[in-house]
């Protein structure tokens, strides 16, 4: 169970399920969350657990949008466009590294499959090493 117990897995489904709804809520997206449970990685889960997690989001939907209405959206969009702007100047390396390395920036599906077989640590790397 992705190295977790089966509460430990629950209450990462709960606490992702919450704020993933009230985020929607207070922002207006529009999302639909699809709740899977957390070990379809490992294995096809079986229906049980499917409709297991369908109804405790549906449960956990009146709470999410309570919380919704504590989320501070200025100080949320303030600290976003902090982390982008530090993002900046890393995103510049990226740009520069990828197309090095013969993959076309152009191609979104090129990009994804690059840097997923690169790893995050490499991806990380990025601009730091000579």
Known sequence: M???????????????????????????????YLPTPLTERERVPETEYILEVHRLARAMEPRARALASHFDR????????????????WFGHVKEHLPGIGIDLGYPIELMLATRRMGAFAIQRIGRDP
């Open 2 to 32: 992705l190295g977790r117990s089966a509460d430990g897995n629950l209450a990462l489904f709960v606490n992702d399920g919450t704020v993933s709804m009230a985020a929607d809520a207070q922002f207006g997206w529009g999302a639909a």
């Open 74 to 89: 200025p100080g949320t969009e303030v600290l976003g466009e902090e982390i982008a702007q530090g993002a900046r100047p």
